[in-house]
Every structure is written in structure tokens, then in C-alpha cells.
């Protein structure tokens, strides 16, 4: 039992059967949905005449077309107005939950769920998006689906799916001070490329993990599927403990006992022999900025755009996309790179810590947002909003010249009010960087952390943060 | 419910790059929707307009290649997002077989649901059949999916895919939901056993 990883335990512990084309037919313990990918699943059920048969195992939330703005309804947006109501219809007529803008649960889905205490170690969860990978934080094998499979779990709670490998991913030492769990996934995405984790899950352990907060261990897990690979978790312990205990739906009472009992049970044994080991020292990792049009073009703010020569020859037509997209050259320094939308949000980083962070550079500071920059804050659900408000924290956004917004997924996709024009370039905290990710065909992305993303509002270009949290006083605008 | 899979044949539609993402595939806007109906048409939107602005031609708009009902592709395509909605735009212009070096998991996950086989054949491979269809855009190409190779004209190359997924197409069985809703009692039983399902009481 002992030399078996998180991963497999869990898998076995929800197999129900071996279907005959050899993969696994699993029981999904939680059952996530939104407006986008479940409506054509519900017409799949329709159609067929099925049920639902766990429908307390589903919840659904709205977040990818939710203005941030005004949320009135009707909405502006027709086409949005129609999933609104499509989604309404689906959960009542099916007896699903569903959290609904001012309810003050509503958020993006990958937020929601662990601060409601949904999301439990041990669970297999499942969610028509692919970010869906942020639930492993918690110990849970958490992974994105199609409609099709959405229908699937809808129809029967389980999946037919095949076991993943499983390659550890150990991370020991300290981050240095303006380094943040954004950078170290994106570090580690830089070294092992945007599809090296097909066909994986990653198990994320070492000392630098243990350290971060749940909130920290999200951001990480959340761009694990950026990596390529499908899920990506960490054994829970006490942190996660700590973190659950007291949340609306996490277990109470003596059941609390009996589930942390189990939640230990549940994780790698300390001789579990995975399938690949990578290491990495996070004395290593810089401020991490990406410089081009996949979340794996990263570079540290401290160095210059890499030549496409240090990357494998069949990269090379990518990298040279990724320049001309961009407008950036080989040798060029990423810092100074101009901006002008600065966005912190999203499932990667719109949590209350990383409001905190902002907060903080942006008061150490001391200056208001470059003329030239839009600058915008989303959090990521009405709970951390309410949160963030409660502390002060809105009053700092809006006293420095950023907007502070309602919870949903904003410009991180842009199916909604909010998104680039032209060739504008943003600095974001959200997790892809893609060609026309953020609503203009031609926009162009630079992920960070939302600390850096803050101080490259204030400056009008990215800026390595480590110089605002070194000298707070010497960089004050008059 | 489904059909066996097992030959996919027809003329064929060339697209190099590398990590060709779902956003690329369907831009994000035409998610906007409640069916998958209607999205063939939207399929590579953005890349479409931006070289036609550039007095340049996306393949989807290529004659050559129109009616192509193959797609060649080189690594990592249909990285990104989970949105079926991708393949579902891909399916709807015509694609009933995709050839590549490699896929994002997702992406062929929701392939195989849809009853779209995506083979995998080696980098060298996926370039030379791009550069037979580019020279003769109307030879056919074909999946074997019993034989495990791709053909056109006078070449034949290995293609792969996991086993599971390969059964599934070959038996007609990669529509699973038939088969994950018949065991419902067996759902019930594993359900049962998992202590947070009961709360841990
Ligand atoms: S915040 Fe972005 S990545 Fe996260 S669920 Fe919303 S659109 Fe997807």
C-alpha cells in the first residue's frame, strides 16, 4: 500500500469496472459545471430520454460570460443572455445546484468549489474545463472534459477513462522573496515544455510545495494542463487540513475525524515508485514572464528573449511565430516591455492572497497606474470579493488608479465585455497566453504573477518586482 | 448508438504547425452558443482572416483542398482547452480523420467521444504526407485504423493510437455512454463504498 502514489490510489478506489475497450469505467465524486460547456451535454440527454442519477454530485456556477461590470439582466450580450437562461433551465429541470450571481457563491467554477469546501482530498472531480486540474491541490485527481464526457458523468457519474503516469514533480528550498507559486509553475513549465506532460499526471512534492498555502497550491496545480499534463496534484496534509476545516460543505462534527483518517490514508506512501522524477531548486526560479504565445515561452524578468536555437529544432517554427506575433526579438530584454492593459484575476490568480500580494506592491510602491494602462482587478468569486472588501482592499485597487470589478473569468478568455483591442498587449495573471486569447485575434498576453502584473500597471512596462519590494520609499511617484 | 470505425478515406487538407491551440481552432467568441450547430463554418476564424489580410491563403480557405474530409497536422495539436467544442467546429467542416505527430489529451478524449479517430504517425512522416497533399492535393489519404498505417498514393507509414481508444473505434464502441449508463447498479454499489459519498458518517 505504502509504495503506491496519491494517484493510483485514488483511481482504484473509483474504478467500477473494466469496459470492454480496456479502459476504466470511474466514479467522479464531484461534478463541476458552467454555461459554456454544458448546455449541448444536457440536449445530449434530452435526446436519449436520460436522467440524472447523483444529481447532488453536480454543481453549477456562471463565470466565463458574466460581466464584471453590470450584471443586470437581462444581459446586453443576447448570445450570453441565452446560456444564462440555457443553464437555469438545465439545473432546474434536472435538480442541479446552482450558484447564481449574488448569491455570494458565485465565481469562477475552479474557485468556488474549494472555497465552499466541495472539493475534498481523495475525490476524483471532473469538469467540462480544462483548469479543471486546480482541484488537485487538494489531493483530488481533478481533470478537464469534453461535452460529450460531460454528458457522460451527467448521465451515469462516471467516466470510461485510461490511467495516467504519473511523474513527481520535486521542488525543495525557499522562493526568494518576490518570487510567487505563478513563477514557479511557470518555471517549471519552461523546462518541460507546454506538451511534455501528455500522457502524465504530476504529483507536485518537496519542501518548496509543503511550504505554500492551499491558495499558493492551486495557482500550481492550475497550469499543470499547461504542461500538458491532464491533472496535477499535491498530497494533502495539514495545511490542507487547516484549510478545509469549517468550509460550508467539508465534513463536521466527529465525521471530521473519520475524513482526515482517510484523507491521510490517501496519499503517496513514502516509497511510491513513479513513472518519471524531475527536480527542481527553487533558489532557481526568478520573476517569471512569458514572452511568447505558449505558457511554456516563459523567461526570467531578469533575462533576455532566448534565441530559437535554444530550443529543439522542431520548436523553431513556433518560436519564430511567437517573435512575429509578438513583435519581439531574440536578445531583447523582456523588462521594459511597454503594456497597456494590466488584468489580475482568474482561476490561476484571482484568489484573495493574490489580491493581498497586489495590494501590498502596489502600496510599497506608491504610485497610481501609467497613463497609458488600463488596469483591472476581477476577483475571482463574489466570496473573495466580499473578503477583499471587508479588508480594505478594493479602496487601495481604486485609490491607485485600477478598477475594481465583479467575480467571473473576465479578459482571461474574454467571452464577455471584457477584452483587448488590436494589438494591444497585456500583462495578465491568468494561465494562456495564446494567439486571440484575450478577445482581440491580434492582442498579445505576457503571463505573470498578479504582484508583477501590479507593479506593471504602475510602471507602464513589465518591471521585476523585487526592485518595489527592495525599496519601497525610492520608487514613490511624486 | 455508434458504428464501427475502422477506414477513413478521402482527399486531404494539410495544416503545418506546431501546438496549434483550441483557442486558434475556435476562437473563444463563438463559444457564445447553446448547439455545436453552425460552428464548422468559424473553424480557424482568426488565423483565416489574418492571412487573408495578407493577401495569403489559411488551408481551410484553399481550394485545392476544399471537400478535404483528412487533416494532417504536426504536434500538439488541440493543446489548450477542454471545449469540445474544437473538434466539434473540425467535424463540422467535413473532418472525419485527423493524422499528427501528437494531440493534446483533451482534445483526442473528446475526439474519440465523437467518434473522430486522430492517428499518430512520427514527425518525418506527418511532414511527408503534408508535401504529397500539397503536390497532389487530390490523392487520396487513409486511415487504417485495423492495419495501423496511413496511406497516400504510394506511401504507407505507421500510425498509431492506444489500444483502448483503438477498440473502441474498431468494436463501434467509442460512444461509451451506452455502456457507462448499463452499469448503473454497479455505480450505485462503488458509490456506496466511498466513505465522503455517505459524508463519513
Ligand atoms: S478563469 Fe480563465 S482559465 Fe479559469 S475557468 Fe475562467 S476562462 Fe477558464
Request: glycine content about 10%.
Amino acid at each position: 500500500m505504502s509504495s503506491r502514489t496519491l494517484f493510483d490510489k485514488v483511481w482504484d478506489l473509483h474504478a467500477v469496472r473494466a469496459l470492454p475497450s480496456g479502459q476504466t469505467q470511474l466514479f467522479i465524486g464531484l461534478h463541476l459545471i458552467h454555461e459554456v460547456t454544458s448546455p449541448q451535454a444536457f440536449a445530449m440527454l434530452r435526446e436519449r430520454g436520460l436522467k440524472v442519477p447523483f444529481p447532488e454530485r453536480t454543481v453549477a456556477t456562471v463565470d466565463h460570460i458574466v460581466p464584471t461590470e453590470d450584471q443586470s439582466r437581462p444581459y446586453a450580450d443576447t448570445l450570453a443572455e441565452e446560456m444564462m437562461v440555457a443553464i437555469e433551465t438545465n439545473c432546474r429541470e434536472f435538480g442541479i445546484r446552482l450558484f447564481q450571481p449574488g448569491s455570494g457563491k458565485q465565481g469562477v467554477v475552479h474557485i468556488i468549489a474549494p472555497e465552499q469546501g466541495l472539493t475534498l482530498p481523495g475525490m476524483t472531480v471532473a469538469c467540462g474545463d480544462s483548469h479543471t486540474a486546480t482541484h488537485g491541490a487538494f489531493g483530488a485527481i481533478a481533470f478537464g472534459i469534453g461535452t460529450s464526457q460531460v454528458r457522460d458523468v451527467l448521465a451515469s457519474q462516471t467516466l470510461s477513462m485510461s490511467r495516467l503516469k504519473v511523474r513527481k514533480i520535486q521542488v525543495d528550498g525557499a522562493l526568494r522573496p518576490g518570487v510567487y507559486a505563478k513563477d514557479l509553475i511557470l518555471h517549471v513549465l519552461r523546462h518541460l515544455t507546454a506538451k511534455g506532460g501528455v500522457g502524465f499526471a504530476y504529483e507536485f512534492a518537496g519542501s518548496t510545495i509543503d511550504a505554500l498555502s492551499m491558495e499558493e497550491r492551486m495557482t500550481v496545480c492550475n497550469m499543470a494542463i499547461e504542461g500538458g499534463a491532464r491533472c496535477g496534484y499535491v498530497n494533502p496534509d495539514q495545511t490542507t487540513f487547516a484549510y478545509l476545516k469549517g468550509r460550508e460543505h467539508a465534513p463536521s462534527g466527529p465525521a471530521w475525524e473519520r475524513a482526515v483518517a482517510w484523507w491521510k490514508q490517501v496519499a503517496s506512501g513514502p516509497d511510491a515508485q513513479f513513472d518519471d522524477v524531475r527536480t527542481f531548486r527553487a533558489e532557481d526560479i526568478e520573476p517569471t514572464v512569458t514572452w511568447g504565445i505558449s505558457p511554456d515561452h516563459g523567461v526570467g524578468v531578469g533575462e533576455t528573449i532566448p534565441a530559437k536555437e535554444s530550443f529543439t529544432q522542431d520548436e523553431w517554427a513556433t518560436i519564430e511565430e511567437a517573435y512575429q506575433y509578438m513583435d519581439l526579438k531574440a536578445g531583447q530584454r523582456i523588462a521594459g516591455v511597454a503594456i497597456d492593459v494590466a488584468f489580475i484575476g482568474s482561476c490561476t490568480n484571482g484568489r484573495l492572497s493574490d489580491l493581498r500580494e497586489a495590494a501590498r506592491v502596489i502600496t510599497a510602491h506608491g504610485g497610481t497606474v501609467a497613463k497609458s494602462v488600463k488596469a483591472f482587478i476581477v476577483p475571482g468569486s463574489e466570496a473573495v470579493k466580499i473578503a477583499a472588501e471587508a479588508e480594505g482592499l478594493d479602496k487601495v485597487f481604486v485609490a491607485h488608479g485600477f478598477e475594481w470589478r465583479n467575480a467571473g473569468c473576465s479578459m482571461c478568455l474574454a467571452m464577455n465585455p471584457d477584452k483587448l483591442q488590436g494589438r494591444q498587449v497585456s500583462a495578465s495573471s491568468s494561465n494562456r497566453n495564446f494567439k486571440g486569447r484575450q478577445g482581440s485575434p491580434a492582442g498579445r498576453t505576457l503571463l505573470m504573477s498578479p504582484a508583477m502584473v501590479a507593479v506593471a500597471a504602475l510602471e507602464g512596462k513589465v518591471t521585476d518586482v523585487r526592485t518595489v519590494l527592495q525599496a519601497p520609499a525610492a520608487k514613490a511617484k511624486a | 448508438m455508434s458504428s464501427v470505425v475502422s477506414l477513413v478515406s478521402g482527399r486531404a487538407l494539410p495544416l503545418r504547425g506546431n501546438d496549434i491551440d483550441t483557442d486558434r481552432i475556435i476562437p473563444a467568441r463563438f463559444l457564445r452558443c447553446v448547439t455545436f450547430d453552425g460552428l464548422g463554418q468559424f473553424a480557424f476564424e482568426d488565423d483565416r482572416k489574418q492571412l487573408t489580410a495578407q493577401s495569403k491563403t489559411h488551408p481551410f480557405d484553399d481550394r485545392r483542398f476544399a471537400g478535404a474530409s483528412v487533416l494532417v497536422v504536426n504536434s500538439n495539436f488541440g493543446c489548450g482547452s477542454s471545449r469540445e467544442h474544437a473538434p466539434q467546429a473540425i467535424a463540422k467542416w467535413g473532418i472525419r480523420g485527423i493524422v499528427g505527430v501528437s494531440f493534446s489529451e483533451i482534445f483526442f478524449g473528446n475526439c474519440v467521444a465523437m467518434g473522430l479517430p486522430c492517428l499518430r504517425v512520427s514527425a518525418a512522416d506527418a511532414e511527408a504526407l503534408q508535401g504529397d497533399i500539397e503536390r497532389d492535393p487530390a490523392a487520396d489519404v487513409t486511415l487504417d485504423l485495423a492495419k495501423g498505417e496511413v496511406r497516400c498514393g504510394k506511401r504507407s507509414v505507421p500510425a498509431t493510437m492506444a489500444e483502448g481508444p483503438r477498440k473502441q473505434f474498431l468494436t463501434g464502441q467509442w460512444d461509451a455512454l451506452g455502456q457507462l449508463v448499463s452499469g448503473i447498479d454497479e455505480v450505485r454499489a462503488a458509490a456506496k463504498k466511498l466513505p465522503y459519498v455517505g459524508g463519513f458518517a
